[in-house]
């Protein structure tokens, strides 16, 4: 039953004269004795004090020099409830520097109504620990403190009445160290908004502590512990619950797409009801996907570089990255898989393209089976290439055993990196192979077989934005790894993956800021290189720019003429190990049209004019890019829709009171930054925070009860929305790479020789049990039931190398 109290607590004077022993045998009895009795007076004949000639020696009164009168617990004194008596004391214990704990509460054996309780000192009665001293690690707190108050209900007037209140403490109070206690630590309001924002932020708990105790003036003035904020983190910030975690996932996808209709998300299932895969996009990717959808790289690499791992479940990661008008990263979608098998990869990208609508032209991955047989059946007009990086990078792995590693290496970068033909590229091949003797090299000959999914040379002609690798999925990925641990859980991740995405969106709108602002100044007094500052962005127009700088070291060395058409040798002159060197290229002209190629393709795999290019357009006076050669997708002039489209990252993630919190500090904030300048200015506002604040005080105690009825409301409400994601459950563990820990050879010889020098030390003979391999799942080993096997360490290590070969 809720009761609306609006009356001040009353102190009541007792002229009793009669004095209760100090431990009552039973309180219950007493107020079982006096409900018959009509007369208050007689009622309240168990009221007692103790008087300070009855404390013992060693006992002592707390200060109580920083008390109100009323602040002091004294016999007779009325409270509306018991909750109220309750917190009276704990407030009084506090400021007095003890604290409390309920020793004992009677209820009546009919209603089963609290009829009185007996609050003590926590330190009261004297306990002996069973744990030898010199092994014990947990304090004792017990003293024997006589410290306590006895609260009884008067059923005549329907109070409580404080009858009897001892003060003495066998220990000493400090108001000062009390506020350390565990009882009293409690984090504010402030204080659990900072530390949310500071961690998803990725600041550390020990920084965000520092800075909320150099806020309040000093650790002593905050009322928590740094060990508090910690405390915090994991259990409301970290979920140990798999399945809760996924279900706040769940909850999380569902809210987004309520307030953004264009957010998508898809998850699949086991047949137990079990996550499997994720895939999860926002509105404001989709909408960037008309502009930056034509050239896309997936990286799967993450954590093997990096897997998620997810309370013991390592949940493969995969980015969708394109590229935008500054030439910079941006994220076009993520996705969970339950493994990195075809059917995963399969059901991902087919999500992802109905959530997008089309595929995209061309798509880079790493050298992964299960990924290109994906991309071949779920996109098969998209344009697949594989990461040369990752393969480049293996050869220190491959080929570093070879004698000659050095000039191998070098010869094959030469081929794979300045190969101008196919054809070129396959007799240089051959060769290499034959130089080094590499025919039975079966990574080199499938590198050779898959040649068209790796080498430049076979994607000459084709845009690709200048990537050739999957390294801009995994510069993203270095953003997870300073906020990402084992402790990270999926709605954790989720959330991270909004903090790029406001981060990248937040380095685009920079960007364009800075390009309405300015430009950078031409290098040349080419009219051409002005025509390009005036369209591109800055990024870009300074990959421009390098062009035009380099093109001082082209020169036409021969024309051949056919009509129109022109075919242009262009020497350029290159500085290699302290040698120039003049490199020929071939730019075919056509002078009716003014267009013209270059046979190193730059414009056409990056959109970057090349410097033999721009030379060629020199010598044959053309002043005036043709419109052809100046892509709208690197222009800073276009309107681009997802510009205007808001994020999941915007919307506040926090509590509903958190939110209300950090608004009405905000709207204080502008208040008091406004009249701080002057002393009386500060000094009224101050009166009117206390003014406002006691009208609220009433006002809560007024509609106490109909804030408690609404609150059960929407606790019911919230909980049969969620009835259809509770049948979900967390992903199953997925077993790793390499040898389990516990099949190791040296950890069972570790244990061997453990228990071998346990044995001789109780003087016991030296008999060895085999552990059985196959059988680690559990801690105790299956072997051990089986027949003995005498020997010591040579005989087990002779077992073991019988097993391994």
Not at 365 to 374: E, M
């Amino acid at each position: 039953m809720v009761v609306d109290i609006v009356e001040p607590l009353v102190c009541v004077a007792s002229n009793v004269s009669e004095n209760l022993p100090d431990e009552p045998e039973n309180l219950a009895g007493d107020v079982a004795g006096h409900d018959h009795k009509s007369n208050k007076a007689t009622q309240l004949s168990d009221v007692t004090d103790v008087e300070s000639e009855e404390k013992e020696l060693g006992d002592e009164l707390p200060d109580h020099g920083n008390l109100q009168e009323d602040e002091i617990p004294r016999v007779g004194m009325r409270f509306a409830q018991l909750q109220m008596a309750h917190d009276f004391y704990v407030t009084y214990a506090k400021k007095a520097g003890f604290a409390t704990k309920i020793r004992t509460t009677t209820f009546d054996k009919i209603t089963k109504a609290s009829i009185n309780q007996a609050i003590h000192c926590n330190r009261d009665g004297i306990r002996e620990s069973r744990v030898k001293a010199p092994t014990r690690k947990n304090t004792i707190s017990a003293a024997g403190c006589k410290a306590r108050i006895y609260v009884k209900f008067d059923k005549a007037v329907q109070d409580w009445v404080l009858y009897k209140v001892d003060m003495t403490h066998s220990h000493s109070c400090s108001p000062r160290k009390a506020v350390h206690y565990h009882e009293y630590r409690q984090l504010t309001m402030h204080a659990k908004c900072v530390i949310e924002d500071n961690y998803e932020a990725g600041i550390r708990p020990n920084k965000t502590f520092l800075a909320l105790s150099n806020e309040a003036g000093g650790p002593s003035n905050l009322g928590f512990s740094e060990k508090d904020v910690r405390n915090y983190i994991t259990a409301r910030l970290r979920n140990s619950n798999v399945n809760a975690d996924v279900r706040e996932m769940m909850s999380y996808f569902m809210r987004m797409k309520d307030i953004n209709p264009n957010f998508f998300y898809a998850v699949k299932l086991d047949e137990e009801c079990k996550f499997k895969s994720a895939v999860w996009v926002d509105a404001r990717c989709r909408a960037s996907y008309e502009y930056y959808g034509d050239v896309v790289s997936v990286d799967s690499t993450y954590r093997t570089n990096r897997y998620i791992v997810v309370k013991l479940a390592w949940i493969p990661f995969v980015s969708f990255v394109g590229v935008n008008h500054h030439g910079k990263s941006t994220l076009l979608g993520c996705a969970l898989l339950g493994n990195k098998e075809i059917g995963s990869y399969e059901w991902v990208f087919s999500q992802w393209v109905k959530c997008m609508g089309t595929a995209p032209k061309s798509i880079i991955t790493d050298q992964r089976r299960s990924l290109y047989r994906a991309i071949k059946y779920t996109l098969p007009d998209t344009r697949h290439r594989w990461c040369i990086w990752h393969i480049m990078n293996k050869l220190p792995s491959k080929l570093g055993g070879y004698r000659r590693y050095e000039a191998l290496y070098g010869d094959l970068n030469e081929i794979v990196w300045n190969s101008r033909m196919e054809e070129s590229f396959e007799d240089d091949w051959t060769d290499f192979i034959d130089e080094y003797n590499l025919h039975n090299n079966t990574w080199l000959s499938d590198l050779y077989d898959d040649r068209r999914m790796w080498v430049p040379i076979y994607f000459k002609g084709e845009f690709w934005a200048s990537i050739r690798s999957t390294q801009r999925s995994e510069s993203m990925h270095a953003f997870y790894g300073g906020y990402l641990s084992s402790k990270t859980s999926l709605v954790q991740f989720v959330h991270e993956y909004d903090n790029v995405l406001g981060v990248k969106e937040q380095r685009e709108l920079e960007d364009d800021a800075a390009d309405l602002r300015g430009v950078i100044p031409c290098a040349t007094t080419s009219p051409m290189e002005k025509q390009f500052q005036l369209e591109y962005t800055t990024s870009m127009f300074r990959d421009v720019q390098i062009e035009f700088v380099k093109k001082a070291n082209c020169r036409v060395s021969a024309i051949d003429e056919q009509g129109p058409l022109v075919c242009v040798k262009v020497e350029e002159e290159k500085l290699v190990n302290d040698t120039i060197l003049c490199v020929p290229y071939d730019v075919h002209f056509d002078c009716s049209t003014q267009e013209l190629r270059c046979e190193c393709n730059l414009f056409e795999s990056s959109g970057v004019l090349c410097c033999r290019c721009l030379e060629v357009f020199h010598s044959y006076k053309v002043y005036k890019v043709p419109s052809c050669y100046v892509l709208p997708r690197w222009s800073k002039k276009i309107k681009r829709r997802h510009t205007y489209v808001k994020s999941s990252h915007n919307v506040s993630r926090s509590d509903e009171s958190h939110v209300a919190f950090m608004g009405l500090c905000a709207h204080f904030y502008n208040v008091a930054q406004e009249f701080v300048g002057d002393d009386e200015e500060t000094a009224l506002l101050h009166v009117a925070l206390e003014e406002t604040r006691a009208k609220l005080a009433a006002h809560r105690a007024k509609k106490r009860s109909e804030s408690v009825a609404e609150t059960q409301t929407n606790i019911g409400s919230q909980s049969s929305n969620d009835v259809s994601v509770d049948d979900i459950q967390g992903p199953s563990k997925v077993t790793t790479k390499g040898r389990p820990k516990s099949k190791r050879l040296s950890s069972a010889l570790e244990k061997s020789i453990k228990n071998s020098r346990r044995r001789k030390q109780k003087n016991l003979p030296p008999v060895v049990r085999p552990h059985t391999l196959q059988d680690t799942n559990h801690c105790a080993v299956s072997g051990l039931n089986g027949p003995e096997q005498a020997g010591g360490f040579l005989s087990l290590l002779s077992s073991f190398n019988k097993r391994w070969d």
